[in-house]
C-alpha cells in the first residue's frame, strides 16, 4: 500500500524553526519527485518547495526561498522541510506528495499520492 507520513508539526514561537518529514511506505521515494504545500484555513493549496528524484535540484517559493530548506535521505525513504525563522503567516497544515514524473512543479495537480498532514501553528 502506497503510503505518506507526514511528521514534526506542532506549536512554535516567530522565531523559531521545525523539521517536519515525509516517511514513504510501499514505494521507495528516490523515484519521485517530492513536493511540499501547505493550506491555511480559507486558503488554496500552495506549492513551497519540491526536490528532484534525480540530481536533487530543489524549487521553492518566494515566500519561504532562504528560510525553508527541503532534502531527502534515499536510505531512510524520508523527505525533510526545515523550516527557519517561521513567521504566523508561516501557519498551515503542511503536506508532502510525490510526482512520478518529477516535473519538478510547485503545482498540486503534478503529484499523485498526497500524505495526510500535519499541523503547523507559529504563534507567541
Known amino acids: 500500500q502506497v503510503q505518506l507520513v507526514e511528521s514534526g508539526g506542532g506549536l512554535v514561537q516567530p522565531g523559531g524553526s521545525l523539521r517536519l518529514s515525509c516517511a514513504a511506505s510501499g514505494f521507495s521515494l528516490e523515484h519521485y519527485g517530492i513536493g511540499w504545500f501547505r493550506q491555511a484555513p480559507g486558503k488554496e493549496r500552495e506549492g513551497i518547495s519540491c526536490i528532484s528524484r534525480s540530481d536533487g535540484t530543489t524549487t521553492y517559493a518566494y515566500a519561504v526561498k532562504g528560510r525553508f530548506t527541503i532534502s531527502r535521505d534515499n536510505a531512510k525513504n524520508t523527505v525533510y522541510l526545515q523550516m527557519n525563522s517561521l513567521k504566523p503567516e508561516d501557519t498551515a497544515v503542511y503536506y508532502c506528495?510525490?510526482?512520478?514524473?518529477?516535473?519538478?512543479?510547485?503545482?498540486?495537480?503534478?503529484?499523485?499520492?498526497w500524505g495526510q498532514g500535519t499541523q503547523v501553528t507559529v504563534s507567541s
Open positions: 506528495a510525490a510526482d512520478p514524473h518529477s516535473f519538478g512543479l510547485l503545482n498540486p495537480s503534478a503529484y499523485d499520492f
